[in-house]
T-cell receptor, first 115, second 108 residues
Framework: DVKVTQSSRYLVKRTGEKVFLECVQD?????MFWYRQDPGLGLRLIYFSYDVKMKEKGDIPEGYSVSREKKERFSLILESASTNQTSMYLCASSSRDRGRGEKLFFGSGTQLSVL | KQEVTQIPAALSVPEGENLVLNCSFTDSAIYNLQWFRQDPGKGLTSLLLIQSSQREQTSGRLNASLDKSSGRSTLYIAASQPGDSATYLCAVKGKLQFGAGTQVVVTP
């Protein structure tokens, strides 16, 4: 089965710190995504990537950047963390192979608290 | 813009009762629809994926139907168990859009 692994389950950082959230998938998926999930706001797409070194802005990219140097790894970077970035961050991946249905697989999430 | 709605937002049923969860979408030009389960503080677990050319998918006690013309999908969970308590989300792919979810509690 597909495994999407997020490096940390819980993370506590201070305002102004640079934060790296790492995501690794083991199924050779082309597509990778970063979402944040907040109560009452649902899932919101931050960035996605369709290939190595490719990135596209989602609905709420402000304050974030991403890096995809290898196909299996997609990193989310908070350049200068702020308290309003306290949230659950979810990574997902899918194949671009329409024969596999482009099924979306999620990691277990990182709960980030910025103090 | 695609809008995805899940009603009700919360549901409580006694153990053994069948669950019926609804997902509505405004644009019928979808590629697929996926149902997920989320436990508190965890990621999303995929339950069923229905391609746009399909009418339904089944896995064990779960059955999901898709009616593109009316913009609706329904997830049926037969003979509910306390372990089915979770939030259930649907996601519609054209541009991927998630519903807000239905929080389900199954009481023993």
């Amino acid at each position: 089965d597909v495994k999407v692994t997020q490096s940390s389950r819980y993370l506590v950082k201070r305002t102004g710190e640079k934060v790296f959230l790492e995501c690794v998938q083991d199924m050779d998926h082309e597509n990778m995504f970063w979402y944040r999930q907040d109560p009452g706001l649902g899932l919101r797409l931050i960035y996605f990537s369709y290939d190595v070194k490719m990135k596209e802005k989602g609905d709420i990219p402000e304050g974030y950047s991403v890096s995809r140097e290898k196909k299996e790894r997609f990193s989310l970077i908070l350049e200068s963390a702020s308290t309003n970035q306290t949230s659950m961050y979810l990574c997902a991946s899918s194949s671009r192979d329409r024969g596999r249905g482009e099924k979306l697989f999620f990691g277990s999430g990182t709960q980030l608290s910025v103090l | 813009k695609q809008e995805v709605t899940q009603i009700p937002a919360a549901l409580s049923v006694p153990e053994g009762e069948n669950l019926v969860l609804n997902c509505s979408f405004t644009d019928s030009a979808i590629y697929n629809l996926q149902w997920f389960r989320q436990d508190p503080g965890k990621g999303l677990t995929s339950l069923l994926l229905i391609q746009s050319s399909q009418r339904e998918q089944t896995s064990g006690r779960l059955n999901a139907s898709l009616d593109k013309s009316s913009g609706r999908s329904t997830l049926y969970i037969a003979a509910s168990q306390p372990g089915d308590s979770a939030t259930y989300l649907c996601a519609v792919k054209g541009k991927l859009q998630f519903g807000a979810g239905t929080q389900v509690v199954v009481t023993p």
